[in-house]
C-alpha cells in the first residue's frame, strides 16, 4: 500500500475522475466486511446481508472486480459460515446485484459483455504490450530494487530451525 501511495501515477489516476478512488473505496470496504468477523470478540458473527450486497457491487465498480467479489465472498463464506445453509445465504447475497446487472445488461444492451469489451476487442492477446506497461511502472520508479529484496528477504530463513527426533519413544525438538 506504501509504495502505491507513494507513486505520482497513482495520485494522478485518483484525482482524475476515473474510478480509481471509487475501485479503492471498494477494495478497502470489501477488505473490512471479510476481516470485521475475524476479530475475536466477533468471531462466528453473521454478516448483515448490506454487507454481502457490498461486497456484490463490485463488478459495478469495475467489470474485472467481479474476481475480488468472488474472491471476498469465498472468504467471508470461510469467515462465517458455520453450516452449508450459512454458505449458501452468503453466496446468495453477495451474487445478487452481479447477477441482476447482468441480466438488465442483457435485457437493455443484448449483449453478455460490457460494451467495452466489444469495442476493445478484449478476446485478443498483446502480451508484448502486456510487458511494456509493466516496465512503464517498473523501470522508472527502479521498484525492481525493492521486489528483488523482498525476494531475497523471503527465502532467508529466519531464526534456528527446529528438527524432531524420537528417542524412548517420544519426540523431541533439538
Given amino acids: 500500500a ?3 501511495c507513494v507513486l505520482p501515477a497513482a495520485w494522478d489516476y485518483s ?5 480509481n478512488g471509487l475501485g479503492l473505496l471498494w477494495l ?3 477488505w473490512h466486511v471479510v476481516a470485521r ?3 475475536s470478540s466477533e468471531s462466528g458473527s453473521r454478516l448483515p446481508a448490506t454487507a454481502l450486497l457490498v461486497l456484490g457491487i463490485g463488478p459495478l465498480v469495475r467489470p474485472d472486480f467481479m474476481i475480488f467479489t468472488l474472491a471476498f465472498g469465498v472468504a467471508a463464506i470461510v469467515a462465517t459460515a458455520t453450516s452449508r445453509r450459512s454458505a449458501l445465504r452468503i453466496a446468495a447475497w453477495t451474487l445478487t446485484v452481479p447477477i441482476v446487472s447482468e441480466i438488465l445488461r442483457v435485457a437493455y444492451y443484448g449483449t453478455l459483455v460490457p460494451n467495452t469489451a466489444v469495442a476493445k476487442e478484449a478476446s485478443l492477446s498483446h502480451s508484448p504490450q502486456g510487458w511494456r506497461y509493466l516496465w512503464d511502472l517498473v523501470g522508472p520508479y ?5 521486489l528483488t529484496l523482498l525476494v531475497v528477504a523471503l527465502a532467508i530463513p529466519i531464526g534456528p530451525r527446529a528438527r524432531s527426533s524420537t528417542r524412548h519413544g517420544r519426540t523431541v525438538l533439538v
Fill in 2 to 4: 506504501l509504495v502505491y
Fill in 37 to 39: 468477523p475475524l476479530r
Fill in 28 to 30: 478497502a470496504l470489501g
Fill in 142 to 146: 527502479r521498484l525492481y530494487v525493492p
Fill in 15 to 19: 484525482t482524475s475522475g476515473l474510478e
